[in-house]
């Protein structure tokens, strides 16, 4: 089932929004703040906005000397602590820590991604991308959600991606035991697991007051891409052969102020408080694929199956049986 709020809400902003214009106004005096990745790229800028606004923001680094860098003069030191989503050892020790510091979360942001990178094994013999995209991000989620629970307006905003139009949930081989792997297949797949994620978790949570969106932040050029090489980036479409941004990477791709700022309209917008378990991008409710020109399809709306209450639950039970096999 498709919820019926999955469209447009005429929210008065549009793809190029800077993240200042959404946080303009907004105060988060006494919110505690999560958000992975938030050290690099677009969250990086979601950090920035969301401490100008007010909020202690906490982040979890696998790499904590390039974090504590990248953070100076944002963010405390005391307040970046390794975790590393690609192991359910250092999540589960960074949410015991978490909450025993704290009492309460005011937003999740499920910010950090791995894209297209090689075959790659973790865990119980997992693909990369979908342990590290969803079953990492599935467990901080899970172990937080209590926290999260009877805090009137706390918000989970997960980052999907265009990319979830790929591909459904592969149920049959979701690592890639049986067929040969193929890195955007599985890049597609996690991002459509980051959207299911945050459905499930609205659906879950909603009757204590909380809740749950999915982000298509939009084209940014980012340390995502560093497992892509030039000649990867011109067959994509996002570079010229000489090096230059494509025509259509100028006229869709944005900065990374912009990148942040559907993540924040979600984090943060009046407009949402009364429904959630939607997929959102350029700071606005998504159209249904089917409303999307055919052209424009593979970049912009959301996939049915992203968004797709029966799929959501599935998926939350299949990974909750992953974690204890």
């Known amino acids: 089932m498709i919820s019926k709020q999955q469209k447009p809400i005429k929210s008065g902003f549009h793809a190029k929004t800077n993240a200042d214009e959404i946080i303009k106004g907004v105060d988060l005096s006494n919110k505690v703040a999560i958000v992975t990745g938030g050290y690099s790229g677009i969250g990086l800028e979601t950090t920035r906005e969301l401490i100008n606004a007010g909020a202690k923001v906490i982040i979890p680094a ?3 000397e390039i974090a504590s860098k990248n953070l100076e003069g944002i963010v405390s030191k005391e307040d970046i602590i390794e975790m590393d989503l690609g192991s359910l050892n250092s999540v589960k020790k960074f949410t015991d820590g978490f909450k025993e510091n704290f009492n309460k979360l005011d937003l999740l942001i499920n910010n950090a991604g791995i894209m297209a990178c090689p075959e790659t094994r973790m ?33 989970f905003v997960s980052l999907s991606s265009s990319a979830h139009s790929l591909t459904g949930i592969l149920w049959d081989d979701i690592h890639f035991q049986n067929n040969p792997y193929d890195k955007w297949m599985a890049y597609g797949q996690s991002k459509t697991a980051s959207s299911l994620i945050a459905i499930e978790f609205h659906r879950k949570m909603k009757d204590k007051g909380v809740s749950g969106y999915s982000v298509h932040p939009g084209g940014i050029i980012t340390p995502l891409q560093r497992h892509l090489e030039k000649e990867e980036m011109v067959a994509l479409g996002w570079m010229d052969e000489d090096g230059s941004p494509s025509e259509m990477a100028k006229n869709f791709f944005k900065t990374t102020s912009q990148g942040a700022s559907t993540t924040l309209w979600c984090a943060t917008n ?13 700071c606005e409710v998504a159209k249904r694929k089917n409303e999307v020109d055919e052209s424009l399809q593979r970049y912009f709306g959301v996939a049915d199956w992203a968004v797709d209450t ?3 639950s599935k998926l939350w039970d299949v990974t909750e049986k992953m974690l204890i096999s």
């Open 123 to 155: 865990g119980n013999k997992w693909e990369s991308q979908f342990a590290v995209n969803h079953i990492g991000h599935f467990l901080l989620t899970k172990e937080l959600m209590d926290t999260m629970a009877e805090n009137d307006g706390a918000r």
């Open 310 to 312: 029966d799929e959501a």
């Open 62 to 64: 696998k790499r904590v």
């Open 270 to 282: 009046s407009d949402l408080s009364s429904f959630g378990g939607v997929f959102c991008e350029d």
